[in-house]
Structure formats: C-alpha cells, structure tokens
C-alpha cells in the first residue's frame, strides 16, 4: 500500500523521470490492484488517479491495458475501491480522445451505470463524475447512452434533503 501511495504522490513532482519509466511501473500497478488486500487495490488505484493527472499525455499511450484493470477494479467488493476506481476515470477519460475510449465505451458505461443504480451514495457520486468524464471524451459517440443516463439523472437533481445534496451537485 505504501509503496503505491508513494508512487502516486511523487508523481506531482518527478513526473519528467517517471514518465522514462512509465511502463515498467504500470505493470507493478498492475500486479497491485489484483492484490488479495482491498486497501492495496485501493492505493494501486489512487496511484493510476494520480498518474492519470500528473503523467498526461504519456499515461493516455496505455489506454488499452489501464481501462481493463480499472474495469475490474469498478466491479470490486470494497466501496472504497469502486469510489477511487471512478476517480480513476474521471482523471483519465477527460483527456482522452473519442478513438481511444470507444473500444471500451459499452463496457465502461454498463459498469458505471451498475454503480450508479447500485452503488452507496459516495459511489454514486463518483459514478456521476466519472460518466461526466466519459461523456465528454466519447464525444458523439455518447449519444446512445445519454437518454438513459439524463432519465438517472432526474431523482438526484430533485432531490431535497440535505443528505443528497453533494449528489445533486455532481448530478
């Protein structure tokens, strides 16, 4: 775990020498988010988060083997990990180009939809950040996914009590 958080950290200030590196450490990331201990995900994840915002535009380049393992981190048992794993998304999507996340867009969104309708409310709000990010790299190809996800979408903007407001927000 502390091995991971460091990686991501450091990124902020050594990412010219990490990004030489890049690869070699993706594939430790890697091994970590498929960790028998949820809080090791959880740091791999966070570090990919971190990656995602520090390590632009070389960290886009892996696209292909980062959103599978995101993927599986998005269908994980701890709330904890789904939440960062939608982070994760958010931070990487944005920046990514519709060519690149198209291949996976189906994928991506049956998952964060299945967060959004089941998810605890910190992941659902996660959720909604990370389909924003999505929405925005997809572009037009978002548009089979935007009736739906505007008719989701309704119950948190009319939402009244307190307790939903920062849901409403990311809605």
Not at 1 to 10: E, N, P, R, T
Not at 57 to 75: D, G, K, S, Y
Not at 125 to 138: F, G, K, N
Not at 141 to 165: C, G, H, I, N, R
């Amino acid at each position: 775990k502390a091995g991971a958080m460091c990686l991501g950290v450091i990124a902020e200030g050594c990412a010219e020498p990490m990004r030489k590196h890049l690869s070699e450490m993706l594939s430790h990331i890697y091994r970590l988010a498929q960790d028998q201990e949820a809080v090791v995900r959880e740091a791999a994840c966070s570090c990919l988060g971190q990656w995602s915002e520090h390590l632009q535009p070389e960290i886009l380049e892996h696209h292909p083997e980062i959103l599978p393992v995101v993927f599986q981190l998005l269908a994980d048992g701890t709330r904890q990990v789904q939440g960062t794993s939608c982070y994760v998304l958010e931070s990487f999507c944005q920046n990514l180009e519709s060519d690149n996340i198209l291949p996976f867009l189906k994928e991506l969104m049956e998952r964060l939809v299945l967060l959004l309708q089941t998810g605890r409310k910190e992941v659902q709000e996660m959720a909604i950040a990370a389909i924003s990010a999505t929405a925005v790299a997809a572009e037009e190809e978002f548009l089979p996914y935007f009736e739906p996800v505007s008719q989701m979408m309704k119950m948190p903007l009319q939402a009244t009590d307190e307790t939903q407001f920062a849901i409403r927000g990311r809605a």
